[in-house]
């Protein structure tokens, strides 16, 4: 069986062509229309990535990837008609992996949903990765998925998980923007440079003592992420 995909739309056309372009690729497809159902067939069936529209009528796509979130660090995408940068923002702040803007592109879409997925696989590991990562305070387990903050268990999404694999494998090295994208969401465009942001803004408050002040993770402008593997 395929990878069960949460799909959550109030547009019954638009909820008939994910079901279709899920299935179509071997899929699971689990639409629901409000965030009743999706929550009910989230408990019942435990899918393995989500796809959200951010406008559900009456209903708010926000809260539903919060209540989403709070459950499962499963990848969630929103999908969103909304153009401004702080519509997206707050859907990223809400617990989101991705974005991609209405109307979207078929294969695009496709694109998200197996990148994310294959991340997020057991295999996707190069075997060569060391199975235990230290970098000043942080230890992290990567067979076993855990990380933690001088002995404190670190509460990540699937991907800010990958974000701190991916730098904690090259700390004290800035790693290009463009290679960070490629790596954790595999692509890079103006979208993904977005989510960027708002993700290592996210890693900062669970792993910061002042959000505002990092003393970890660092951003070079116009260059990339640094994550220190010493801290004063």
Avoid at 102 to 118: G, T
Wanted: proline fraction near 6%; glycine fraction near 6%; charge should be negative.
């Amino acid at each position: 069986m395929g990878h069960k995909i949460l799909l959550v739309d109030d547009e019954p056309d638009i909820l008939d062509l994910l079901t279709f372009l899920v299935v179509r690729v071997d899929m699971v497809a689990l639409p629901a229309r409000e965030p009743a159902g999706a929550l009910a067939l989230f408990e019942a069936e435990r899918p393995d990535l989500g796809i959200i529209d951010l406008g559900l009528g009456v209903w708010s796509g926000l809260d539903l990837v919060r209540d989403l979130r709070a459950r499962n660090d499963m990848p969630i995408i929103v999908l969103t008609a909304r153009n401004s940068d702080d519509d997206k923002v707050r859907c990223l702040e809400s617990g989101a992996d991705d974005y991609v803007a209405k109307p979207f592109s078929d294969r695009e879409l496709v694109a998200r949903i197996r990148a994310h997925l294959r991340r997020i696989s057991p295999i996707y590991h190069d075997p060569a990765d060391q199975a235990i990562l230290r970098a000043g305070p942080l230890l992290m387990n990567v067979a076993q998925h855990r990380a933690e903050k001088a002995g404190r268990s670190l509460d990540l999404t699937a991907t800010e998980f990958r974000l701190l694999h991916y730098l904690m494998n090259r700390a004290s090295t800035v790693v290009p923007t463009g290679a960070i994208l490629k790596e954790v969401w595999g692509h890079d465009d103006a979208a993904a440079r977005e989510v960027l942001r708002v993700m290592v803004y996210r890693l900062r408050r669970k792993l910061e003592e002042d959000p505002t002040s990092p003393q970890l993770i660092h951003t070079v402008p116009g260059v990339g992420v640094m994550l220190r593997s010493e801290v004063a």
